[in-house]
């Protein structure tokens, strides 16, 4: 167990079943009153943020959470199949766990996992990964205007925009938090 005044930044906790993290927080003693902790919490399991007040002795359960390694095999439909670096197990993970993260995901890609009791709380890609340009339109000779872009689909089949110069079968470097075009390999 865990008191509010014992809150730091990344420390997880269960509040009414739900996995939070904590984001901020700030121990306030008033002049008259108790002591009480705001807080800026985010839900692991929806991603939203929320601001909450806690009694400075309010006591919570630490949500250990485990972190582990997989490798991206293949997927069937709906559902997509991974391999445990450590165990060599096969986990499968529903498309709706994935998120936007399908749109990059290569074979033999590895990727962190967040579990809490077995659960798969979420995905994480490579900050940058390397992706193959399937197919783009040629840039147009003497167009070397700067900031302009264009559309290219990636050999996972998602669209993104990438510079004039950029090729077919070019290997760029993406950055999957946002989607866009780093650097060409």
């Known amino acids: 167990m865990i008191t509010a ?7 997880t906790i269960l509040v009414d079943s739900e996995i ?9 003693k008033p002049g008259k009153g108790g002591a009480f902790v705001r807080s800026k919490l985010r839900n692991l399991r929806t991603r939203k943020n929320i601001e909450k007040t806690f009694r400075a002795g309010e006591r919570f ?18 559902t997509y199949h991974f391999m445990d670096k450590e165990t060599f197990e096969e986990m499968i993970i529903a498309k709706e766990k994935l998120t936007e993260i399908v749109s990059y995901l290569k074979d033999t890609m590895d990727v962190a996992v967040v579990c ?8 994480k890609l490579p900050i940058f990964i390397e992706i193959k340009i399937e197919h783009t339109e040629p840039g ?9 872009f264009k559309p290219a689909t990636l050999e996972t089949g998602a669209t993104i925009q990438v510079p004039l110069f950029i ?3 070019d290997v760029i470097k993406l ?9 060409r390999v």
């Open 167 to 169: 090729n077919e079968s």
């Open 175 to 183: 950055d999957t938090r946002t989607g866009t075009y780093v650097e």
């Open 140 to 148: 147009i000779k003497g167009d070397t205007a700067k900031g302009s």
């Open 61 to 78: 359960e630490e949500a250990f959470i485990e972190d582990k390694k997989l490798q991206y095999l293949y997927n069937s439909g709906d």
């Open 5 to 11: 005044n014992q809150f730091k930044a990344g420390l």
């Open 20 to 28: 939070y993290s904590v984001i901020e927080f700030q121990a306030v």
């Open 116 to 123: 809490y009791n077995n659960e798969i709380i979420e995905v």
